[in-house]
């Protein structure tokens, strides 16, 4: 939560007031599914995205000159992905879903992700909405 939520709250309130002089920003949070789904064992995880979607709304409303956005980038796969898949069933349930997943092909590359990211900052009228999945892209 302190991380994800607070860090990103802390960040956007020290940069609001430079593109509000500058008259031009573009925020783009980082947000996850499991913010609306769930997931096991994840509780910190999940409420921390869900407030990520709502202060995000919040943005878009109180700054309505700055583009925000909340960005689901879908399964990346990351050192932390490669962690998961190392768990132990016992200490990780769904384990196996993340292993599934990997081998399968649905985990979108590190590069991947950034490069759809900043099409998003440079024509942000393309995003489909305030908060979205990259995979809807």
Sequence with gaps: VDVNLN???RMIRACLPI????????IVNIASTAASVGAVTSGAYCASKAGINLFT???REDYPG???FAVAPGIV???????IRRLDAEDFPDRQRFVDYKEQGELSSPVEVAS???EIIKY???????IFS???L
């Design 7 to 9: 860090g990103t709250f």
């Design 19 to 26: 593109m509000m002089e500058g008259k031009w920003g573009r």
């Design 57 to 59: 709304q919040v943005l």
């Design 66 to 68: 700055i583009h925000s």
């Design 77 to 83: 796969d990351t050192d932390m992905q490669g962690e």
């Design 116 to 118: 759809k990211l900043l």
């Design 124 to 130: 942000p009228e393309t995003a489909p909405d305030c």
């Design 134 to 136: 990259l995979r809807d």
